[in-house]
């Protein structure tokens, strides 16, 4: 038994990226594709030279035809729920650098519908009613209203439906119950979802009537759902989408990722400052029982959730990071330093994402599609012919 998951379904245990790497199939993002990238774009974010997105699926190939003059469009999603935290902001962000970099469109999809199918405890107003409220998270992060189209599965149901069905009528239950571990019990719904997962990966090109490249940047455990895809899509006639892949923001605590689910192991985007100082300060740490110790024998940022904060979203200034790291190490950094020091990292963030989200409701209809049809209103109009 491996001593971690990683599913769409569940993320859990000490995650080993390398192993996930040979078990997925997926490429490591290695010094070629990084220089390829900076060939580009003058430049290489932090998450890729830190390697936070440390794997790809055929991102050579979008770049290859990028340069040719073939640009793809990006397409990422969002399960919604009540609370946004950092972790879910780490591939939106690269998201956006991607956009600006590239200029191209992003496709934000809100399953509404797979948060109803795979949480008992959620309605169907629910969902669809914090799609709405964590768009304000999306849209907080800058991305440009003209190239960026966010859209609830609900909203798109005519479509997506569509699309899904020729999708879904490739796929056995057989390969679903392999690739998601599914069983018996296992609704439906939650059977037949992925295939309304796969259809904004060629929206654009059922739109536009040609094939046009798509990247996906996602966080790992969504691996499952786009293997499946570039299965499938090229038996309709569409190219595979490529990916590009994030790890996880680890929890303050001792071990996991920060989830939504466990309070203090994560910081929300509506977090006051208050609450952020209490969580960090209660967080776990690499360091020594007490300062004695820490100044003789220094402390373990490997190990350390209050370092990866900085190193993954707080310091991305190379030359502060390391010397973060090295004091730590030598014992001339203290604990309560280092978690005071990104206290006010943190607090600075998100006092500036409130005040964005704060300003994205207004925003909101910029970004946003429908095509749902009000059936009520149809009628009616229909009897008053
Ligand atoms: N299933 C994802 C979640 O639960 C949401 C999602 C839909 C997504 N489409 C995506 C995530 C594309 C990344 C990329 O969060």
Redesign the pocket.
Known sequence: MPDFIVT?WEVSGEIDYDQLIKEFGIESIDEKILFYIKEITNEIHPFLRRKIFFAHRDFNWVLDEYKKGNPFYL?????PSGSVHLG?LL?WIFTKWLQDKFDVELWF???DD??FL?NQSYTLEETYKYGFDNALDIIALGFDPKKTYIFSDFDMAGTLYRNALKISKKITFSTIRATFGFNNSSNIGQIFYTSI?TV??ILKSVIEEKNIPCL????V??DA??RLSRDVLPKLGYYKPA?IQCVFLPSLQQSGKMSASVETTAIFTKDKPDAVKKKINNAFTGGQKNAKLQREKGGDPAICPVYKYHFMLFTLDDDEIRSIQSKCMNGELLCGDCKKDLIEKVNKFLSEHQKQREKAKDKLEDFLLKEKIDLKSLIKEKNSK
């Not at 397409?75 to 399960?79: E, H, L, N």
Request: neutral net charge; glycine residues 8%.
């Open positions: 769409p397409y990422t999603g969002r399960g879910h591939p999809q809100l399953t797979e948060k795979f997962q904004p990966a996906i940047p996602h966080a455990d969504q759902h786009f990916s």
